[in-house]
């Protein structure tokens, strides 16, 4: 089976989304943005000069500027006729041309003449494997030689650095190395990687070591037995084995509309009858049931201040009853115990010397749902031992957003 960096990252992204696209195989028309345009212009502007340093030759800044603007043209024209409902914005066009001229105005200077070392080859395509059946498919920048040390150059058009916390470069420039290595290991014995980050003028290389690789290796290994094993989940049947996640990308994700988070916001309301009420709708019972429980919730808070009051007043005077007009309550403790989670071996000796283990050692249902929930544990080899109990309810009612107001009323006027 061959991977790509991009199925892994949106698989960890949002699983269903995932399945949509690689396994459903919907189609949705190719992406296409301002932002994705400047990275294959200026990717390919770069890819034009090192050709042409292999052939021996530096060509003029001018004529890479000429093959960005050549690709660049190409791109546009693309998003255009992708985009026929809406006009570019002509000015965001010029900004973004601007800063991949700068970009290359001063790669040229920083780089030129271009003889740091030998370029071996440029938009590489390797498949480094990760285990025996596991492939995964990459395209390098560059490759670089310079006496014993093989060179890795990604260039990046980021705004920003990632954070120190997002492994999503390292893990790609370890998988890229695993692959030189693999192809060339007898070669070299060092391998740098270099990211040029374009917009923020600078170039950040480390070595890669035998290590890392084979951390990452191990890491996007067990991702994919994962997503291998959904995927024969969902082929069996099972429609849940992908979790929708909701996310800050939700809203140009081209499977909104079908999304089990969203695709009800799409639709017509529809008529229900309940046992106990007059014909409504199912809309109507959804605000009516968000508002009994944002009710319930202000009644509670309020319940437990009241508690609370008397209790201190009870306290106060002696009391262990007190008494309204119509009511009375009763003034009582409420004391809960857990062991100290450094003390919970010595706890359970203790109590195990006193026969009362079993009196008070109980299974932890919530995480022996989790288990079977992660499928974990097979609940066909343990349904004569545990109790298994499934309601489907609505929860956690919240108030709409005037976006997602305005997407089902456009829907609405649509239809």
């Not at 560059?142 to 990046?156: A, E, P």
């Not at 109980?362 to 992660?374: G, V």
Request: overall charge neutral.
């Amino acid at each position: 089976m061959v991977y790509s960096h991009s199925q892994v990252q949106l698989y960890k992204q949002c699983e269903l989304r995932y399945a949509y696209k690689y396994i459903d195989r919907i189609p949705v028309p190719a992406e296409a943005s301002l932002h994705l345009a400047l990275g294959t212009s200026v990717h390919g502007a770069l890819e034009f000069l090192y050709k042409e340093v292999q052939r021996l030759k530096v060509p003029s800044k001018e004529s890479i500027l000429e093959e960005y603007h050549s690709i660049r043209n190409e791109q546009i024209t693309k998003i255009q006729e992708e985009n026929k409902r809406s006009q570019l914005d002509q000015q965001q066009v010029a900004d973004f041309a601007h800063m991949g001229v700068e970009y290359i105005n001063w790669y040229y200077s920083t780089y030129h003449p271009f003889d740091q070392s030998i370029v071996m080859s440029t938009e590489e395509k390797v498949f480094p494997k990760l285990d025996d059946d596991i492939k995964f498919r990459w395209q390098i920048d560059r490759i670089d030689t310079q006496d014993d040390t093989f060179t890795i150059v990604d260039y990046k058009t980021s705004k920003r650095y990632p954070k120190d916390t997002d492994e999503t470069f390292k893990d790609q420039i370890n998988l890229y190395g695993r692959a030189i290595k693999q192809n060339y290991g007898s070669k070299f014995k060092k391998l740098i990687a270099k990211i040029v980050y374009l917009h923020l003028r600078n170039e950040i290389a480390r070595e890669v070591t035998d290590e890392e690789m084979e951390k990452t290796r191990i890491k996007y290994s067990s991702i994919i037995q994962e997503i291998i094993k959904k995927t024969q989940r969902r082929s069996n049947g099972d429609k849940e084995a992908f979790k929708p996640v909701q996310w800050y990308r939700c809203d140009s994700c081209p499977f909104k509309m079908i999304c089990p988070l969203f695709a009800h916001n799409y639709i017509h309301d529809e008529a229900v009858n309940l046992d106990d009420m007059k014909p409504t709708t199912i809309k109507a019972v959804i605000d009516e049931m968000a508002q009994m429980a944002y009710e319930i919730k202000r009644l509670k808070e309020q319940k437990d201040s009241y508690a609370k009051i008397l209790g201190n007043y009870a306290a106060e005077k002696g009391y262990k009853r007190l008494y309204g007009n119509e009511n009375k309550v009763i003034i009582g403790k409420s004391e809960n115990y857990s062991p100290l989670p450094e003390k919970k071996n010595e706890l359970e000796s203790k109590l195990a010397s006193e026969n009362m283990l079993d009196d008070v050692v109980d299974i932890d249902r919530f995480k022996l749902t989790k288990k079977f929930k992660e499928h974990e544990l097979d609940y066909d080899q343990y349904q004569d031992l545990v109790k298994k109990s499934v309601s489907i309810t609505a929860q956690r009612p919240s108030k709409l957003k005037e976006k997602e107001i305005d997407e089902y009323m456009d829907i609405i006027g649509e239809e």
